[in-house]
């Protein structure tokens, strides 16, 4: 049997934080990645996310954040064209309309097809709910992104010069 040194004082309280910051940080990593690691994940998240969305920019900020691209893309233009008759700066994700975006029921299994990059998620609920809603899913950057597909915009028209 070997004996042990006597730890330093605070020696064991350095090590116990240690470990907490690792495993706090390893938690972190796991939580942000979890949220869109999955057509399923990503869809449920960005239903929480969009309920929450009334009227608060920084809820608005994280939904829009699970778009993909082509739609973050249209909310931005729609966004500049909005700033520049508004006379403000109106951020995209302040183009997200809440008051569109109401459940038809509580979304209790969602089901996922996935072929490469590209899924379509099926979102049911009670068995006495209303037919199944499908949702679309890409993965971007290794992460995955709901598809939001908005009507796209006309271009600006200009008069001509001199009229």
Known sequence: MSERAPSKPGHWRAR????????????MG???EAKDSTPERVVQEFIDRMQRVHGDPRAARLAYELL??????NLAERAKRASAVAGREIAPEEMI????????????KLTARTDGDWSEVT???????????TVKCVR???????????P???PIQRRPEGT
Do not use: I, T
């Open 97 to 108: 309309a809440p008051s569109h975006f109401s459940l038809a029921y509580r979304p209790k």
């Open 152 to 154: 796209l915009l006309p």
């Open 30 to 32: 796991c939580e942000a």
């Open 123 to 133: 979102v049911s609920g009670e068995a006495n709910a209303s037919q199944p809603h």
């Open 68 to 73: 993909w691209v082509d739609a973050r893309r």
């Open 16 to 27: 116990a934080l240690a470990v907490l910051v690792v495993l706090g940080s390893a938690q």
């Open 140 to 150: 971007e950057d290794g992460r995955w992104r709901v598809v939001l597909e908005l």
